[in-house]
């Protein structure tokens, strides 16, 4: 596993993986998928893990310290995390609709103001 499959990797599971970055086979989203699972960290126990998460309301993928991103780069960190979240079938946070029906003293008084040109 690169590097980058490593980073990749802790994002989705939490846990440093360290492979021989000679390992050809770790060049794409799939392989790294498939060596996750040889060290049980299956595409059911990824999915689990991040719905845990979402449902304690805590970041998942785990955040990256960008430190860690000097040498991949952000963006191709993140290119591969979306192809590899989408593989996974999680493409996207699921979003719960809000069960508060009033609003905040904060939220009102930001309500309640209106620019010169809406008063009258």
Do not use: C
């Amino acid at each position: 596993m690169t590097e980058l499959y490593a980073l990749v990797a802790y994002g989705l599971t939490g846990h440093e993986f360290y492979v021989d970055s000679d390992d050809q086979q770790a060049d794409n989203s799939t392989s790294l998928l498939q060596q996750l699972d040889a060290v049980g960290w299956s595409r059911e126990m990824i999915r689990d893990f991040a719905h845990s998460r979402w449902a304690a309301e805590e970041p998942w993928p785990l955040p990256i310290t960008s430190k860690n991103l000097q040498d991949v780069g952000p963006a191709q960190w993140y290119a591969t995390l979306l192809e590899v979240r989408a593989i996974l079938g999680l493409d996207s946070e699921p979003q719960q609709p809000s069960q508060r029906t009033q609003l905040t003293p904060a939220e009102q008084r930001y309500m309640d103001d209106r620019p010169p040109h809406h008063l009258g």
